[in-house]
């Protein structure tokens, strides 16, 4: 017994050591012969990479307007087997997921929520994970705390299995395949305007607990010239450590909290939900901050060829009336979510040549 307590207390110490390195430092942890295995932060995309996935996504969704196309990527990975394990609420992510396994043939399954698993027996959670990785040969996982889907792969990664796992929203603190997926919502909308390269983006919002703001601004150092506004309520200012990480990396930003005045001066508005979920006391919080609600006048005031994002859901961010005018792309932005996670699951499992040879 007391063997077992000792053994447990070192795998916590040994987590806890790593969970506090550097991200720099963790990064070769999550790769297995030069190649990325698991998708854990967005700093793990380098610009030849995120140059790579969007034109794999891109080349993805032509194959599938046809039927042969279909057929032809459906047959890519009928033999291998992916896990849904989302215990935090997920609409587009779980089905944007399941979508693009089902793209590619492979074979699902699902856990969705810690009730309905052997957690409520007292199972631990790496054992848990453990056991998800005997059946199947990925892992994709949302959870509402931050660190867990590193320790699942920091777990998986000291076993014999070392199947893939891709964050699919850790708590307040990542959400990668999102930042992905909004690179390549930007890169497809300024495809005449020589890219994201040179672009200003103001984002807006919930920035300190918003996940997909955070992941977003780390991407950002892999383009020329970007300039950033982080509009906010005093509340809810970016957190010091992007701020620090982008000014390491040279990434111009600036905060304020005057919305209307930023409006005219960039390429694209990424609006962010109120993320109540984190707060201590949500009753008494307010999810409505009207000075930081796009309205239908406010296109006025926007540039012709600005983009409006948002990574949904939303709340009161942007007025619906909002949603005819060719500059809203959120739901766009929400399928090429698909796309691009079907790109990411192909090259994860070193199947982008199938895709590649398509267009030779
Ligand atoms: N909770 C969000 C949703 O319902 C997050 C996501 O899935 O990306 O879609
Ligand atoms: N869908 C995004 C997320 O899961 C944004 C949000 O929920 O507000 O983080």
Known sequence: MNNSRETKS??????????????????????QNQRMLDVVFAQQFDRPFLDFICSLANQIRQLARTKMGAEHL???????????????????TFLSFLNACQILGLNTSEIRGTTTSSEVKGESQEDTIRTFSSYVDMIIVRHPESGFVEKTA??????????????GGSGPDQHPTQALLDIYTLER????????????????GDLKRGRTVRSLSYLMQNYRDVTLYFVSPQEFRMKQDIK?????????????????????LVDGVYMTRIQKEYSQAPDSESDYYPDFFFRKEHLELI??????????????????????????????????????????????????????????
């Open 10 to 31: 070192q795998t916590t110490m040994e987590w806890e050591a790593f969970y506090n390195l550097e991200v720099g430092e963790k990064l070769p942890f999550f790769q």
């Open 74 to 92: 459906r047959n890519i990975l009928p033999h291998k087997r992916a896990m849904l394990y989302f215990v935090q609420p997920s609409t587009r």
């Open 154 to 167: 920091w777990v998986l990664n000291q076993t014999e299995r070392r199947v893939p796992v891709l964050n």
């Open 189 to 204: 909308s300024f495809e005449n305007q020589s890219g994201l390269d040179g672009k200003s983006i103001a984002m807006v």
């Open 244 to 264: 620090d990480h982008l000014a390491k990396k040279g990434v111009k930003f600036t905060e304020t909290d005057d919305f209307e005045s930023v409006l005219p």
């Open 303 to 360: 540039q012709s060829h600005c983009v409006i994002m948002h990574p949904l859901p939303r709340r009161f961010e942007i007025e619906v009336d909002v949603d005819k005018d060719p500059r809203a792309v959120y739901w766009k932005q929400e399928r090429n979510g698909m796309w691009l996670r079907a790109a990411l699951i192909a090259y994860l499992f070193g199947v982008e040549e199938k895709i590649m040879e398509e267009f030779k």
